[in-house]
C-alpha cells in the first residue's frame, strides 16, 4: 500500500480524528474538514496535516479542502444525510477515485449502494459481531457443558 | 395528484395551505412534534411526525403512491436524501429538493435531483424589477417554453392610442388581456389601447424581445 495519498476526512469526531492521526503518522497527506473548530483538539500532536473549519455541505468548503485533488475522501460525520451528500459529490463532481461513507441506518446503505457510493454502516458490522459472539458463546458453553 | 412535503416553517405551512386549496391531496413530514399538532390542526392535510430522510417515515406518509415530492427543509443534505430515497426506494415520479445554498442547485442537478434556490429566485426577480419597472414576468409556462409578461403601458410608448388590429405584432405572440382602471378586457382588434393599460402579453421566448420592444419602444 502507498502511503504518499491525499486524504480528505470529513468530520473530526472520534473516528474522523483517530483516522486522520493514524493515516498521518503512516505518511499521508491528511486535510481534516469540520464545522466545530473544538474538534481539531482531538487530533494528536503529531498529526501534521490541514484543517479546514467549515461545512462539508457546502461546495466552496470542500473546493478549500482541495477535494479534487484528493485520492481518497471518507466522510465520517454523525449525521448519515451529511455523509452520503458529501460522498456523492466528492464521487459525482470532483472525481474523488476511492469514496467511504459512514451510514449508520442501514436502510439508507441500499439504496447508496445502488448509487455506487461505498458505504459502512457501524450499526450493521456491530450487530454481526455480537450475533457472532452470541453464537460462539452459546456454541462454547455446550462444548463445554455438553 | 397526491403531494409529499418534507419541511418546516411558514413555507411548508403556505404550500400545503395552497395544495389543500387547489384539491390536491398533501401529507407533510416534520420532525418536531408540537410543529406538527399544530399543522394538523390548521390544515386540512395528513401531518406525519418524523425524520423524512427515514425510509420507514416516508413508507408511513405514503411515498409509494405519491405524485410529487417537496423536500424543503433547512439542510441541504437532508433534502438530497429525501429526494433520492422517495425516487429510488418509493418511485415518486417527480421530487424537487430546495438548496439552501445557492450553490448546491446545480450540484443536486448533476446528482439527478431537481433542486430550485430560493436565494437565487428571489434575487433575479428583484434585478427584473429594479431595471424594467413597467414590465413584470409574470410566469414561465410549459417549462418556459412559454412567457406570460405584464406591461404598464406609458404615454411614449408606439401601441398608445392604436387599435390592436393597427399594431404590428410579430408572430407568435398575442394580447391575452387588458387592464384598465382595474377592469380587466379580454381585447379584439377593435380595441384600442391607451397610457396606463396593463396589458399581459403571451410570447414565446424567441420573439419575446421583439414584443417588448413593439409595446415599449424600447430595445431588449
Redesign the interface.
Known amino acids: 500500500m502507498k502511503n504518499n495519498r491525499y486524504i480528505v476526512i470529513v468530520g473530526c469526531g472520534r473516528l474522523g480524528s483517530h483516522l486522520a492521526n493514524h493515516l498521518s503518522r503512516s505518511g499521508n497527506s491528511v486535510v481534516v474538514i469540520d464545522k466545530n473548530e473544538p474538534t481539531f483538539n482531538d487530533l494528536s500532536p503529531d498529526f501534521s496535516g490541514f484543517r479546514v473549519h467549515g461545512d462539508a455541505?457546502?461546495?466552496?468548503v470542500l473546493k478549500e479542502a482541495k477535494v479534487n485533488q484528493a485520492d481518497i475522501l471518507i466522510a465520517t460525520t454523525h449525521?448519515?444525510?451529511?455523509n452520503?451528500?458529501?460522498a456523492?459529490?466528492a464521487q459525482?463532481?470532483f472525481r474523488v477515485p476511492h469514496v467511504l461513507a459512514r451510514v449508520f441506518?442501514p436502510?439508507?446503505m441500499?439504496?447508496y449502494a445502488?448509487?455506487g457510493i461505498d458505504t459502512i454502516c457501524p450499526t450493521s458490522v456491530a450487530a454481526e459481531m455480537f450475533l457472532q459472539a452470541v453464537a460462539n458463546g452459546a456454541a462454547g458453553r455446550k462444548g463445554a457443558n455438553p | 395528484m397526491k403531494v409529499l412535503i418534507v419541511g418546516s416553517g411558514k413555507t411548508l405551512y403556505f404550500l400545503s395551505r395552497n395544495f389543500s386549496a387547489r384539491g390536491y391531496q398533501v401529507v407533510i413530514i416534520n420532525r418536531n412534534p408540537e410543529e406538527c399538532i399544530q399543522l394538523s390542526r390548521q390544515l386540512t392535510a395528513t401531518v406525519v411526525c418524523g425524520d423524512g430522510s427515514d425510509a420507514d417515515i416516508l413508507k408511513d406518509a405514503g411515498a409509494m403512491g405519491a405524485d410529487a415530492l417537496l423536500a424543503i427543509t433547512p439542510n441541504d443534505q437532508d433534502n438530497l436524501v429525501i429526494c433520492q430515497l422517495a425516487s429510488r426506494k418509493f418511485s415518486v415520479p417527480r421530487t424537487v429538493a430546495l438548496a439552501n445554498d445557492p450553490d448546491n442547485a446545480e450540484v443536486f442537478e448533476k446528482l439527478g435531483v431537481p433542486g430550485f434556490s430560493i436565494t437565487r429566485i428571489v434575487g433575479s426577480l428583484i434585478e427584473q424589477r429594479a431595471s424594467l419597472e413597467q414590465i413584470t414576468n409574470l410566469l414561465p409556462v410549459g417549462e418556459g417554453r412559454v412567457n406570460v409578461t405584464e406591461i404598464v403601458l406609458d404615454a411614449d410608448s408606439p401601441v398608445v392610442g392604436k387599435l390592436l388590429k393597427d399594431i404590428d405584432l410579430p408572430e407568435n405572440a398575442l394580447v391575452a388581456v387588458v387592464i384598465r382602471d382595474s377592469n380587466p378586457i379580454v381585447p379584439r382588434g377593435a380595441n384600442d389601447l391607451l397610457a396606463g393599460d396593463r396589458v399581459v402579453l403571451i410570447t414565446l421566448p424567441e420573439n419575446h424581445g421583439p414584443v417588448l420592444k413593439a409595446f415599449t419602444g424600447e430595445q431588449f
Open positions: 455541505t457546502q461546495m466552496a449525521e448519515d444525510n451529511v452520503l451528500m458529501v456523492q459529490v459525482g463532481i441506518d436502510k439508507r441500499e439504496v445502488q448509487l
